[in-house]
């Protein structure tokens, strides 16, 4: 069964971490790009980092540039988001989603072609 499955996310206060996981089942990685996206309450869906299926090219908003460092671990089929210096508004649901290899990297989510449920993460005091 096809599934990206995130967890990680939870309450943290202003300038602390965060390590998101986004495990894949039914498929292997190898021919998909990631990509985190996160969705804030009465706000559109924006794209946050991507990584390519070798886990050599990254990707990141300017929000994230600095803070945020995504990476892929192959033996696991998981790909991460460690999220440092957390700012209230980072408060978002953060999703995983995968993008067939052929589309390179980026934000259109309209080549995303399969999605996680998403992750609460919550950065106040």
């Known amino acids: 069964q096809l599934q990206l499955v995130e967890s990680g996310g939870g309450l943290v206060q202003p300038g602390g971490s965060l390590r998101l996981s986004c495990a894949a089942s039914g498929f292997t990685l190898d021919q998909y790009g990631i990509g985190w996206f996160r969705q804030a309450p009465g706000k559109e869906r924006e794209g946050v980092a991507c990584i390519d299926n070798n886990g050599a090219y990254t990707h990141y908003a300017q929000s994230a540039k600095g803070r945020f460092t995504i990476s892929r671990d192959k033996a696991k089929n998981t790909v991460y988001l460690q999220m440092n210096n957390l700012k209230p508004e980072d408060t978002a649901i953060y999703y995983c989603?995968?993008?067939?290899?052929?589309?390179?990297?980026?934000?259109?989510?309209?080549?995303?072609?399969?999605w996680g449920q998403g992750t609460q993460v919550t950065s106040s005091s």
């Open positions: 989603a995968r993008v067939p290899v052929y589309y390179g990297l980026g934000f259109d989510e309209r080549v995303y072609d399969y």
